[in-house]
């Protein structure tokens, strides 16, 4: 089965800009989960959605939004860039929340100058 | 808070050689605990978890409670163990996960 893809894949804003990152989960998968992965902080969790609601937060400000379609597809956005928000983005799905296996697509470079 | 510390960052052994991977968590509840492994150019993938209680590739892992730790194992390292690994903790529930900073794994031939 297709795995989990991440649209686009690299991704050059200025500061102060806004962003809109996307994940299309396996098929059957409920929950997708968006993590920031920095050389500085390592993989930090971003938020958790679940049949269209968010379900789990991390420790994020309001600038990191996110949101779940009816067929499951995610999308994650960022206001106001700032140039610490450079950084891989990835995006997890499975089957129902972090019980099951999350499987990982291959994520959003993006870089804010 | 929950957190999770892998105190090394780069781990370097002999083809051969017995590995072990250090993951020490910081939770009051009962945590759910994972390895997750990225090889060179592929995605992060799920390594292990201690709920099953498998043995995959190799490596094992037992969870101590008294200690707090999920060190990851593998009696005999081969070359193509060399990779990225993350250890994570789940509270469980509808809670967060949280990753450790990770630890490359560098198996010398």
């Known amino acids: 089965k297709a795995g989990v893809t991440q649209t686009p894949r690299y991704l050059i804003k200025t500061r102060g800009q806004q962003v809109t990152l996307s994940c299309s989960p396996i098929?059957?998968?409920?929950?997708v989960s968006w993590y920031q992965q920095t050389p500085g902080q390592g993989l930090q969790f971003l938020f958790e959605?679940?049949?269209?609601?968010?379900?789990n937060k991390g420790n994020f400000p309001g600038r990191f939004s996110g949101r779940q379609f009816s067929n499951s597809r995610s999308e994650m956005n960022v206001s106001t860039l700032e140039l610490g928000d450079s950084a891989l983005y990835l995006c997890?799905?499975?089957?129902?929340?972090?019980?099951?296996?999350?499987?990982f697509g291959p994520g959003t470079r993006l870089t804010v100058t | 808070a929950q957190r999770v510390t892998q105190p090394e960052k780069l781990l370097s052994v002999f083809k051969g050689a017995p590995v072990e991977l250090k993951c020490n968590y910081s939770?009051?509840?009962?945590?759910?605990l994972f390895w997750y492994v990225q090889y060179s150019r592929q995605r992060l993938q799920l390594l292990l978890r201690?709920?099953s209680r498998e043995s995959i590739k190799g490596f094992t892992a037992d969870l101590n409670k008294g200690e707090t730790s999920f060190h990851l194992k593998k009696p005999f390292a081969q070359e193509e163990d060399s990779a990225m690994y993350y250890c994570a903790l789940h509270s469980g529930g509808y809670q967060k996960v949280t990753f450790g900073t990770g630890t490359k794994l560098q198996v010398i031939p």
């Open positions: 939770y009051s509840g009962s945590p759910e």
């Open positions: 098929s059957g998968h409920r929950s």
């Open positions: 201690h709920i």
């Open positions: 959605y679940f049949s269209e609601t968010q379900r």
């Open positions: 997890a799905s499975s089957l129902e929340g972090f019980e099951d296996e999350q499987y």
